[in-house]
């Protein structure tokens, strides 16, 4: 697989994240403004329908950091990065950054596995809407590894700006 299609690859697995998170936080806003309509006028509320939006908070909060990493949207010291420290030292922090969070997730979904595995001998269920909660676990594993592999990315392009910027043996 050349660079290209890993570049198309991932292009396309960001656009199906964003219109994914786009239809669910649309969902989420008719639900939460059904669930007042029902509350207020009619005195009856629709009791799966808190679940459910308790879920996809859940889903949208792990797969949003996945693009905010993808877009570099996370909180981070720019004033350090930017006017502190000059290229290429810059990227060596980015690198660090992203290697740390690459192995922290890595870590969580390794972990999150062994609790899903062990989950699925004995199933617990969410309340209302009988969801089996391994299943739900699995989910957020999965997007735990898009932000490790959007981290690894993210480091391999810090490298790469890294090493660009060093003079080379034979250019001095």
């Not at 949208?60 to 720019?78: E, N, P, R």
């Not at 969580?108 to 809407?129: E, N, Q, W």
Request: charged share 15%; hydrophobic share 50%.
């Amino acid at each position: 697989m050349d660079l290209r299609t890993g570049s198309r690859i991932s292009e396309g697995l960001s656009r199906v994240e964003e219109y994914v998170l786009f239809l669910m936080v649309l969902q989420m806003g008719l639900s939460v403004f059904v669930q007042v309509i029902m509350r207020y006028v009619f005195q009856s509320a629709i009791t799966w329908l808190d679940e459910l939006v308790h879920i996809e908070v859940i889903f949208l909060t792990f797969f949003g950091a996945s693009l905010g990493i993808k877009y570099g949207a996370h909180i981070s010291v720019d004033a350090l990065k930017k006017h502190m420290i000059k290229e290429p030292y810059g990227s060596l922090i980015e690198a660090f950054d992203h290697i740390v969070v690459a192995a922290y997730t890595t870590a969580m979904v390794y972990f999150g596995m062994g609790l899903i595995s062990a989950m699925m001998k004995r199933p617990h269920y969410t309340p209302t809407l009988r969801i089996p909660k391994h299943e739900l676990y699995f989910v957020v594993c999965v997007a735990l590894a898009l932000i490790a592999l959007r981290s690894c990315v993210g480091f391999w392009r810090a490298v790469k700006t890294l090493l660009s910027g060093f003079p080379r043996e034979g250019n001095r």
